[in-house]
């Protein structure tokens, strides 16, 4: 019996070493991160221990101060007790609350006007930045930023490049597969860029994670008047981007490739430079289509070059001969000489109509004394030509 009651007392010791410095704290853990996944197991331990020495602190001054009631063990146990209690319920409101569809529905109905505000004051905080940023051609119209992650902002510039242009666009499924991917005219119209760059931002460190331009379709936005006065101009909306994306095709502009890889390249490069380097290259680009040189884009130099590549290792093919007329031998792409097989054949053509029934051995003896005479040179044409063949069967193993 005495070993019984001795080992009810030690549990009851740790029970109530648990309520003060763990119970309380874990159940607060769990109102302010809900989710177990919110954050390690380590963390909520610590978070567990920290949060109980408070929470008990707090109630003990609570019941003294406020409540006027004696700080009996008993009474601190019951108070902490209820306020556990009070904890866990609250814990089980929000787990019902996040399982279920109204989180979707309140941030549907609430989101809009807080996003909305949300970007208009970004606009007006980055307007007077976004000033020095403009070209002689290219203006930034509005930027608007807003955190997307921990340490991650979304930016949207909207750009006018003053003037219409025609957008040439390519289809990026059928370039990767090395086929004609240029959508050929009519060419879409438009005026404004959409500039979307999505920053990594942590311990004073700015770099880019991703860049896209697309061409978009802008419409204006009425004036806010009052009594006949205007007080806040409209400010351009984005209606659509040109650029369609399906299970067979994404067709974008032509130039969308290039500033994708401005992402890569600079990576280094902070928001404001980048933006610099962006602007700087739709003022080029703009400039050259409205003068009717147009650049190339980073799209068809490549196609160029895969195009020359080809040509290169493509194997020469025999021109087939037309009946009737004169006898044309293939030449080498290397070499203006016919190789060895064809020069076979044509002097097998020669010697067959050759007549040599009246060549006597005298025929030549007058000419004996001249080619004596003859001086050969160290190096001959026939040496080159037998260097050239011998060059072109080494490069044989290119058209296997």
């Not at 029934?357 to 025929?363: A, D, E, S, V």
Request: proline fraction near 5%; aromatic fraction near 10%; glycine fraction near 4%.
């Amino acid at each position: 019996m005495d070993i019984v009651i001795l080992i009810m007392q030690e549990l009851r010791v740790v029970l109530g070493f648990l309520n003060l410095l763990f119970v309380p704290g874990f159940i607060l853990s769990l109102v302010f991160f809900p989710r177990f996944t919110d954050m390690g197991l380590i963390e909520r331990l610590a978070y567990s221990t920290v949060l109980s020495i408070g929470s008990v602190i707090a109630t003990v001054l609570f019941m003294d101060i406020v409540l006027g009631v004696d700080t009996t063990p008993q009474n601190i146990s019951l108070a902490i007790g209820v306020f556990t209690v009070f904890m866990l319920a609250i814990w089980l409101c929000e787990v019902w609350y996040l399982s279920s569809s109204l989180p979707a529905r309140v941030h549907k109905r609430f989101s809009g006007g807080y996003r909305a505000l949300q970007n208009y004051l970004s606009r007006l905080v980055n307007s007077r930045r976004d000033r020095f940023n403009d070209t002689a051609l290219i203006r930034v119209v509005w930027h608007e930023n807003i955190r997307s992650g921990m340490n991650q902002v979304d930016h949207t510039y909207l750009i006018d490049a003053s003037e219409e242009f025609d957008v040439q666009l390519v289809d990026e499924h059928k370039w990767k597969a090395s086929e004609p991917a240029l959508v050929p005219p009519p060419y879409p119209a438009a005026r404004y860029f959409e500039l979307v760059i999505r920053e990594f931002k942590e311990e004073g460190l700015s770099l880019i994670d991703d860049l896209q331009v697309y061409p978009v379709h802008v419409t204006k936005k009425p004036d806010v008047t009052f009594l006949g006065l205007r007080i806040r101009r409209g400010a351009p909306k984005i209606m659509r981007r040109i650029y369609e994306k399906s299970e067979f095709a994404e067709v974008q502009w032509i130039y969308s490739h290039d500033f994708h890889l401005f992402a890569i390249l600079y990576s280094q490069d902070t928001l404001g430079q980048i933006v610099d380097r962006v602007l700087a290259k739709l003022d080029e680009i703009v400039t050259s289509i409205k003068k009717g040189s147009r650049i190339s884009s980073h799209v068809e130099d490549t196609q160029k070059l895969k195009d020359e590549f080809e040509v290169i290792l493509e194997k020469p093919r025999r021109i087939p001969v037309i009946a009737g007329g004169p006898i044309r031998y293939p030449e080498s792409p290397l070499s203006p000489f016919p190789i060895e097989s064809d020069r076979r054949r044509l002097q097998a053509d020669i010697v067959r109509d050759l007549k040599v029934t009246h060549i006597t051995p005298g025929t030549f003896r007058s000419s004996a004394g001249g080619i004596t005479d003859i001086k050969i040179p160290e190096k001959t044409v026939t040496d080159k030509i037998k260097a050239t063949i011998k060059e072109i069967q080494d490069d044989d193993w290119l058209y296997e």
